[in-house]
């Protein structure tokens, strides 16, 4: 997302993990946006005021009552000048002030006036043990609860005491994700959004299956995107090359492995939906019997027969009983006569749209962070697009087919 002319206030309490904010506002400021800096006293332990306003261009808001401040209230003049706050690192302190409504410094009265009126993104970073603590654990649950103010769940690893576990800050380029999250356009707010992911895998028998390439990235980027927009997003998923990351946890995701247990998930959240996107690689064979045991190849044996049965066609199902205010778009992966195929398959399962992408294309396919892709409508209308990384794709193909 392009934060061009955005302006991003940017709020450090006092932990190690505020080493990394410049790095952070740097980042920020390249990708258009315009940023101010609060602190609290105990953060100019860890990064200089100096830094901070080097790479910001502003002065920083540390004390209330210096006497260099821009405005005798800055703690609401910044809030009223900004499109969105992060508050990195979130220490258990202020993060338990915040719950509380206590406002005794120059971060957490700007804090306090910015939590009604604009978009707060919270990162915690903290030991482990204080971010198991019950009275943090409830701390967080309030904010959490709020409106305004997302909170982005710690990443587990080494922590600055020397031991590992859930408390270190997530890093640079996912908090500017969530800023991108909070300043995203909410027009998919209200919709039932589901997408299928990743490939099915059909058991041989205990050790061995039958699948394909797929690595669900594009339908992560999709459902990043319309998570972003405000929807209520569901995942079905077969196998994937990495977990969904779901920094806010606005994703439901249900395994799927099979393509019998894709259909039954996707046949059982399809009445309840506004719009589907069938993005996962569904198996159209599968063994005709599962061996209980380990297939042995036996001596001088030269080959082996398996019997494969068509599996549940979930494109068709859906397309057969879907309502009219639901909307329903398909992929194609073709090697040969692509658009015509595309076409066909649109048609005959009943889709309003089908996107589609050809291996010829370099860059597309499966496993790459690019893609290119037709987007074909039943009312006929046409978009080819350039090569672009997924996250861009899945931005096109909802602004095109749901806003």
């Known amino acids: 997302m392009n934060l061009q002319g955005k302006h991003i206030l940017v709020g450090i309490s006092g932990g190690i993990a505020a080493y990394k904010i410049p790095e952070l506002i740097r980042s920020l400021v390249k990708a258009g946006a315009e940023v101010r800096v609060t602190t609290s006293r105990n953060a100019l332990q860890f990064v200089t005021e100096t830094t901070l306003q080097t790479l910001s261009g502003s002065r920083v808001y540390s004390d209330v009552f210096a006497a260099i401040n821009e405005h005798a209230t800055e703690h609401i003049s910044l809030p009223e000048w900004c499109d969105a706050m992060i508050v990195a690192p979130a220490t258990a302190n202020v993060i338990a002030k915040m719950a509380a ?11 306090c006036s910015c939590a009604a009126r604009k978009p707060i993104l919270v990162a915690p970073a903290m030991n482990d043990k204080m971010w198991e603590n019950p009275a943090t654990q409830h701390a967080i649950e309030t904010i959490r609860g709020w409106q305004q103010v997302r909170v982005i769940e710690p990443a587990e690893g080494p922590l600055a005491c020397g031991t590992s576990g859930k408390g270190r800050m997530p890093e640079v380029e996912l908090l500017q994700e969530g800023i991108e ?18 490939g099915t895998q059909e058991q041989i028998d ?12 594009m339908a992560f980027a999709l459902a990043h995107e319309c998570a972003r927009r405000g929807a209520e997003v569901t995942v079905i998923q077969g196998a994937v090359s990495a977990p969904l990351y779901n920094p806010f946890g606005a994703i439901r995701c249900i395994e799927a492995l099979s393509a019998q247990a894709m259909y039954e998930a996707a ?8 719009k589907a996107i069938l993005c996962a690689a569904v198996a159209d064979f599968a063994p005709e019997q599962r061996a209980g045991e380990k297939i042995k190849k036996e001596p001088g044996q030269t080959e082996l027969t398996l019997r494969l049965r068509t599996t549940p066609d979930i494109a068709r199902a859906m397309g057969e009983s879907k309502k009219p205010h639901q909307r329903l778009v398909g992929f194609a992966l073709e090697t040969q006569h692509e658009k015509e195929n595309a076409l066909r398959k649109m048609e005959r399962k009943n889709l309003d749209a089908i996107v589609l992408n050809s291996l010829r294309d370099e860059g597309a396919g499966f496993g790459t962070d690019t893609n290119r892709v037709t987007i074909l409508q039943a009312d006929g209308k046409e978009a080819e697009l350039p090569l672009l990384s997924k996250a861009d794709v899945a931005a096109r193909i909802i602004q095109q087919l749901f806003i």
């Open 101 to 111: 409504g206590i406002a005794d410094d120059a971060l957490t009265t700007t804090i």
């Open 181 to 198: 999250y909070l300043l995203a356009p909410q027009d998919l707010a209200g919709q039932k959004i589901m997408i299928t992911a990743g």
């Open 206 to 217: 205990p050790v061995r299956f039958i699948s394909n390439y797929s690595t669900g990235k």
């Open 267 to 274: 046949m059982a959240v399809w009445p309840e939906t506004d």
